[in-house]
């Protein structure tokens, strides 16, 4: 009985909270296994945009060593209005993203190794 009670409750509380829909206005998406190369886009009805592509790419001295070079770009709109947007690049580097509102380490300058010997 108790676990009837509580699932009417969850059931209660899930059917209460607030439902939003997202829809995709814009679609498009390319798969050339020939060139083996891919790209992706789309678009939201929330103001969300995401862009993609990637392709095959030898990382190392052998055939073997392939891998999967990418690079996009999502924006989306902040609360205050300003349009948000990062633009990446994923390789045999890592994650790559750049974006104005994203933070930069600063780059070290001047900086001479003294031996402690």
């Known amino acids: 009985m ?4 509580l699932l009417a409750v969850f059931l209660a509380v ?3 909270a607030p439902q939003s829909q997202v829809v995709i206005v814009k679609q498009a998406q390319e798969h050339d296994t020939a060139q083996q190369k891919y790209s992706y886009s789309f678009e939201a ?3 969300i945009v995401v862009n993609e592509s990637g392709n095959q790419k030898e990382i190392g001295p ?38 104005d509102h994203l933070p930069v380490a ?4 001047g900086f001479v190794a003294q031996s402690q010997f």
């Open 106 to 109: 600063p780059v070290a300058t």
């Open 62 to 99: 052998t055939v073997e060593n392939v891998g999967t070079v990418s690079r996009g770009s999502y924006s989306y709109p902040g609360e205050n209005g300003v349009r948000y947007t990062v633009n990446w690049v994923a390789d045999e580097n890592g994650y790559q993203p750049t974006g």
């Open 2 to 5: 108790k676990t009837m009670m």
């Open 45 to 47: 009805d929330n103001g």
């Open 14 to 16: 899930a059917a209460a």
